[in-house]
Structures are given as structure tokens and as C-alpha cells.
């Protein structure tokens, strides 16, 4: 169980450096993604180096350099410095097909920066013996997608009061519904996935490189999953993430809260959608 002990913690330390870093005053923006960018590089390399390395460790370390890959995408989300060509609300009165446009449109350069991450990453450990990495950005990927496109269709929990004031628009884009049809897809092949990589794990021959790899992708699933059920039980995983964006109430020289400030709380999809309570939604919105 080691290596899904390591999963929990790396991932919740990465969720919380994340929402830290967002939480400070947009002033310290530049260096918080001038930290981050120059730190890729280096996990890259790590994970092209660990990719060569199929033995326990180099799985850790393959895991960990793919979680600090994703980490620096989400803070350029976060902060505001790629999203999309569309960096404004909804139209209202927007549905169906031209609302999704909308959303697309609002998210595309993310969603192409995320693509050419998946790419990077492919390339830099393909035909490599060590696949955690790869693994690891994979689950990531298609369960973010899976989240995003949950919160859209609609979920009871969307946690839109903590969305980071420079992406505050995307708020109109989300939908409140007690389910949605995607819902049931989403959590089933989650949690068949987890059964296989955990069966996988255990097999009597797999070695100690393959129980390791696999108990990591399997912790990894169980807890994008488990996300998934907090977007629709009355159970909030706010005390995660709560006291991590404590510095919201920072002010500014002249002491006053600037708007920025004010705002910033959370992650609103990726791996934490943090709350403690839901806040309606406009009339206008809630009808989507």
C-alpha cells in the first residue's frame, strides 16, 4: 500500500502548492509562473531519465515529474495566462450547440496546451520500459475532460463561488442539476478502471516495478473518481483544501482588500472542487 500512500500525498500536496500559489495577490503572479516555468524543464528531463528506469523508484519518479508537469498547466489556467480566445461570460440566452461553442472557445488554448503536454510527454518516454509518467498524465487528462464536461452538463455541487477571479467568467458556463447522463459513464468506467490496475497490481508475477506502477495509476483513478462523487453527494472535501487559500484576505498597501483578493479561493475543476456550500446560480443560468 505504500505506493498508494505516496499517490495520496504527492497529489495533495501538488492540489494544495497549486491553490496556494493562486490564492496570493495577482501581483505575485509573475513570480509564481517564472518559479513554475523554469522548474518544467527540469521535470521533463527527470521524467525522460526515470522513463529508462524500470524499477520502484523510477516509477515514484516518473509519477512525480508528470504531476509537476500537470501542476505548472493548471496554474497557468488558474492564473489566467492560458485559457482561451473567449474571456468573457456566456451570451445569455446561449444553448445548446452555440453554448457548448462558447464554452469550447473559452477553454481552447488550455485545452491545446494540455494536448501538446500529452504529446511532450509521450514522446519523451515512448518505447521507454517505464510507462508511470505517461500513465500518470493520461488518468489526469481524460478524467479532467470527464469533469469538465460533468460540470457543464450539470451537478448538484459546482462550487462556482471558489472559481479564481481572472477565470470569475466561466461561472456561466457551469450547470446545476441533481444529475446529469454523462454522470453514471463517468464514475462506472472510473471505478471498472481502478479494479483492473488494483487486480493488475496484485498479481503474484507482476514484480515489484509493475505492483508499484500499477498501485500508483490505481490510486491515482481512485481519487479522480472519488472527486467525481463529490461533485454529487452532500459531502463537501473543503477541509482539504480550505486553510490553503487562507491568504485570500491579504490587502494591498493602502489596506484595503483589492478585488483580486476578494475572489480568489480555489480550484473549481481540476483535482479539487472544494466547497462549503453550494451558492445558486442565477435564474438565467440554472435554466441551461
Not at 492540489?15 to 503572479?29: A, E, F, G, K
Not at 440566452?93 to 462558447?102: D, H, I, L
Not at 515512448?126 to 500513465?135: E, K, L
Not at 471505478?191 to 498501485?215: H, K, N, P, R, S
Request: aromatic share 12%; with cysteine.
Amino acid at each position: 500500500m505504500l505506493p498508494a500512500l505516496y499517490a495520496l500525498l504527492i497529489w495533495w500536496a501538488s492540489t494544495v502548492l497549486v491553490l496556494y500559489l493562486d490564492s496570493l495577490p495577482s501581483r505575485t503572479y509573475r513570480w509564481s509562473l517564472l518559479a513554475a516555468t523554469a522548474l518544467l524543464p527540469v521535470a521533463l528531463i527527470v521524467l525522460e531519465l526515470a522513463a529508462r528506469s524500470p524499477t520502484p523508484g523510477g516509477a515514484y519518479v516518473a509519477f512525480t515529474a508528470a504531476l509537476l508537469v500537470w501542476a505548472w498547466l493548471e496554474l497557468t489556467f488558474l492564473t489566467g495566462v492560458v485559457t482561451g480566445p473567449r474571456q468573457e461570460g456566456c451570451p445569455e440566452g446561449s444553448v445548446g450547440w452555440r453554448r457548448f461553442g462558447y464554452a469550447v472557445q473559452a477553454l481552447l488554448w488550455h485545452e491545446l496546451a494540455i494536448l501538446a503536454g500529452g504529446v511532450l510527454v509521450l514522446a519523451l518516454t515512448w518505447d521507454a520500459p517505464n510507462q508511470v509518467g505517461f500513465w500518470t498524465y493520461a488518468i489526469l487528462w481524460v478524467m479532467r475532460i470527464s469533469a469538465k464536461l460533468n460540470v457543464y452538463l450539470g451537478v448538484p455541487n459546482l462550487s462556482e463561488d471558489l472559481l479564481p477571479e481572472p477565470v470569475a467568467y466561466l461561472k456561466s458556463y457551469l450547470g446545476r442539476r441533481p444529475m446529469n447522463l454523462l454522470f453514471p459513464f463517468s464514475v462506472s468506467f472510473g471505478t471498472i478502471g481502478v479494479v483492473l490496475l488494483a487486480q493488475a497490481a496484485m498479481q503474484a508475477d507482476a514484480g515489484a516495478f509493475l505492483a508499484t506502477a500499477y498501485m500508483l495509476a490505481t490510486a491515482l483513478l481512485a481519487l479522480a473518481v472519488l472527486e467525481h462523487w463529490f461533485l454529487v453527494l452532500p459531502i463537501r472535501d473543503a477541509a482539504l483544501w480550505r486553510w490553503a487559500v487562507s491568504t485570500r484576505a491579504a490587502h494591498d498597501q493602502d489596506g484595503k482588500m483589492d478585488s483580486h483578493d476578494r475572489e480568489r479561493v480555489s480550484l473549481a475543476a481540476g483535482p479539487a472542487w472544494a466547497a462549503s456550500a453550494p451558492v445558486p446560480l442565477p435564474t438565467r443560468w440554472r435554466r441551461r
